[in-house]
Nanobody, 123 residues
Framework: MQLVESGGGLVQAGGSLRLSCAAS????????MGWFRQTPGKEREFVAA????????YYIDSVKGRFTISRDNAKNTMYLQMNSLKPEDTAVYYC?????????????????WGQGTQVTVSS
């Protein structure tokens, strides 16, 4: 499976961005999906995850109430709506696919990764 992220950019604090992750796999609906982020010198961290249907989602505490993960299985695409962005959200954001329909917060549970998209939030 190939994953391609888009939608990153530069935004002021308090603004919004929507990231997209397009998957090449026709059986996209059988994969759990996740968003992770990484800043220089730090480990990649979990942000949000969705099960195969989008009906079960998880978030890191720092983004709860501000970020929303969703997916459109008919379009083989996952999204991350990011509102009320803060400078500490600045990172490269990666989407990932897990060859299993149920969610995980563990980086090692994901089998496919996109190339990442930069999100920069200015203060």
């Amino acid at each position: 499976m190939q994953l391609v992220e888009s939608g990153g950019g530069l935004v002021q604090a308090g603004g919004s961005l929507r990231l997209s992750c397009a998957a090449s796999e026709r059986t996209f609906s059988s994969y759990a999906m996740g968003w992770f982020r990484q800043t220089p010198g730090k480990e990649r961290e979990f942000v949000a995850a969705s099960n195969w249907s989008g009906g079960d989602t998880y978030y890191i505490d720092s983004v709860k109430g501000r970020f929303t993960i969703s997916r459109d299985n008919a379009k083989n695409t996952m999204y991350l709506q990011m509102n009320s962005l803060k400078p500490e959200d600045t990172a490269v954001y990666y989407c990932a696919a897990r060859s299993y329909p149920f969610t995980s917060r563990r980086l090692d549970d994901y089998d496919y990764w996109g190339q990442g998209t930069q999100v920069t939030v200015s203060s």
